[in-house]
């Protein structure tokens, strides 16, 4: 099964991901916070360069400043889960 049929989103109406307004955006990442696919979300869409919408807990503002970083020639993955890790132990 793919890691898009397990996403919390699906069970979600697709505008409260995609409507640029704070409280959705806060409702958005709180349902994205309990996902168990979050990390292939946000490395998904990291290396699909996706410009609209919330995706695993991050808007668009927060990708860009990720991509900017850099550091992902083989894929955002590691990525995203070297974040997780860093951000679980501090």
């Known amino acids: 099964m793919s890691w898009e049929h397990q996403a919390r989103c699906s069970e979600h109406d697709p505008d409260l991901f995609f409507v640029p307004r704070v409280a959705l955006e806060r ?16 490395a ?11 995706w695993g807990g991050l808007n668009e503002k927060e990708r860009r400043s990720m991509l ?20 679980l132990a501090g």
């Not at 990442?29 to 979050?38: A, E, L």
């Not at 998904?44 to 919408?53: H, I, K, Q, T």
């Open 68 to 87: 900017r970083r850099g550091g992902a020639g083989g894929g955002w993955r590691e990525v995203v889960e070297e974040d997780s890790r860093t951000a």
């Open 27 to 42: 409702r958005a990442k709180t349902i994205c916070s309990r996902c168990p696919v979050k990390t292939d979300c946000l």
């Open 44 to 54: 998904f869409a990291l290396d699909s360069r996706m410009e609209f919408g919330i």
